[in-house]
């Protein structure tokens, strides 16, 4: 057995991070924290919707989320439930543009039994009747997202913004590729993106490091490796761009605005999230005082997407068409005085001490830590503890955020996506 690496970096001697990696590449994580009675596990895939290139696989690593649940050379579908069951567990799966993460929080007596089913799942048996039977399932999800105005506006924003780019695709697919896509594409897809050495196996909890690797060494040692990590290229649009989807039934006029900034690697990545906060993050933000808090809007918010090499700042707009092209107005005018004053000095304040407090509040959770474990090690190949990153939001100075908005101005090479009643006209904008 190779011996694992630890690293105590929390100022509690018996709270500690451990890193360990088996031969054939599968990474090990965990995070111990002894005054819990459980444990929270996951195998975090490298792999999404940015990584299907070929249009016949888009939706291919959702689709693949749910057949990992419909059976294993060892257990049926049934058995895999029941068994989640015996041990009381919480457990589910979940697909993003870049990663699929498959679950389960479980008491720490448990241990032994939910690696042993989560690794069994990790190679599921991908049977072509089960495969054909779940095409239906992934058809209606598709049909019921239609259904939602918001989740349509943003998904033709991601469209939009990343065309030609594999970050546009939409997690779920399309209804032609799902219907069209094959059980063998699926196995091919499967061999090659989810290798050993494309997986992080991340665990908080009260749990003992040497049985961790025990148990990993047993139920993981023999998976073969395969494709590793992602050709992700930087990416910015080279220009703004405006699309006006026109729906007349809808009762509100969404408008999404995107704009470059920072990628999950960036050193700038806190300045730029504090900034985005005191832009539009709830209440004590600006676009909560001058816009949300006056009626003007049922919702309106700034958040940062940082993504693996790209990264882009998302205003979204929800309000009465009437009050559309006013509402659409004052946020560009809050857009522009963000780029030209920058954060005062309480702004910084307020978005740290609300971010320091998500923080904290976050770490009493073994699965917020758990997941932060593979997303950290993804980003900057490390672990960071609760007060490490504390000390990293603190850091941040105004003349870091006025760096980091200078670098990506917030009003700049702007995409606009709007989704409602009202045409471009009425909006007031010039759209494709």
């Known amino acids: 057995m190779t011996t694992a690496q630890t690293a105590p970096v929390s100022t509690n001697d018996s709270d500690r991070f451990y890193i360990?990696?088996?031969?054939?590449?599968?990474?090990?994580?965990?995070?111990?924290?002894?005054?819990?009675?459980?444990?929270?596990?996951?195998?975090?895939?490298?792999?999404?919707?940015?990584?299907?290139?070929d249009p016949e696989l888009f939706g291919v690593s959702h689709f693949l989320e749910h057949m990992v649940f419909k059976g294993t050379e060892r257990r049926d579908t049934e058995r895999i439930t029941l068994d989640f069951n015996l041990m009381g567990a919480e457990f589910n799966a979940f697909t993003s543009v870049e990663q699929t993460v498959f679950y389960a929080r479980v008491l720490r007596e448990y241990l032994p039994n939910a690696m042993d089913l989560l690794s069994d799942m990790m190679r599921p048996r991908l049977d072509a009747e089960d495969f054909a039977m779940e095409r239906n399932v992934i058809l209606e999800e598709i049909a019921r997202s239609e259904d939602s105005p918001s989740g349509q506006a943003?998904?033709?924003?991601?469209?939009?913004?990343?065309?030609?780019?594999?970050?546009?695709?939409?997690?779920?697919?399309?209804?032609?590729?799902i219907r069209e896509m094959s059980v063998e594409q699926m196995r091919a897809y499967h061999a090659q993106r989810y290798g050993a050495n494309n997986m992080i196996l991340a665990i908080a909890g009260n749990f003992e490091w040497e049985q961790v690797?025990?148990?990993?060494?047993?139920?993981?040692?023999?998976?073969?490796?395969?494709?590793?990590?992602?050709?992700?290229?930087?990416?910015?649009?080279?220009?703004?761009?405006?699309?006006?989807?026109?729906?007349?039934?809808?009762?509100?006029?969404m408008i999404l605005l995107a704009s470059p900034s920072v990628s999950v690697q960036d050193p700038d990545l806190y300045a730029a999230h504090l900034a985005a906060m005191a832009l539009g993050d709830g209440a004590g933000s600006r676009l909560f005082w001058n816009i949300y808090q006056k009626g003007l809007a049922e919702s309106v918010s700034a958040s940062l997407s940082p993504?693996?090499?790209?990264?882009?700042?998302?205003?979204?707009?929800?309000?009465?068409?009437?009050?559309?092209?006013?509402?659409l107005e004052l946020v560009r005018a809050e857009l522009n005085g963000l780029q030209t004053d920058g954060v005062q000095e309480d702004e910084l304040r307020r978005a740290k001490d609300k971010l320091i407090s998500r923080t904290v509040l976050d770490g009493d959770s073994a699965f917020s830590r758990m997941q932060d474990l593979a997303y950290t090690w993804v980003a900057e190949k490390r672990v960071r503890s609760i007060e490490d990153e504390m000390a990293r939001i603190e850091a941040v100075t105004l003349d870091d955020v006025r760096r980091a908005l200078d670098r990506f101005p917030v009003n700049a090479d702007q995409t606009l996506l709007a989704y409602g009643p009202l045409d471009a006209k009425a909006l007031g904008v010039e759209a494709e």
């Not at 395969?226 to 809808?250: L, M, N, T, W, Y």
């Open 154 to 177: 943003y998904r033709r924003l991601m469209q939009t913004y990343f065309a030609g780019f594999e970050l546009g695709h939409d997690v779920l697919g399309t209804k032609e590729s």
């Open 307 to 327: 993504f693996d090499n790209t990264g882009m700042l998302l205003t979204f707009i929800s309000t009465a068409p009437d009050h559309a092209p006013a509402v």
């Open 20 to 53: 360990h990696r088996l031969p054939n590449g599968l990474q090990m994580l965990g995070q111990r924290m002894p005054d819990l009675e459980s444990i929270s596990l996951c195998f975090h895939v490298r792999t999404g919707a940015r990584d299907e290139h």
């Open 213 to 253: 690797v025990e148990l990993a060494e047993k139920h993981c040692g023999a998976w073969t490796s395969g494709e590793e990590g992602r050709d992700a290229p930087p990416f910015a649009p080279s220009h703004a761009q405006a699309k006006v989807i026109v729906k007349p039934q809808q009762k509100q006029q």
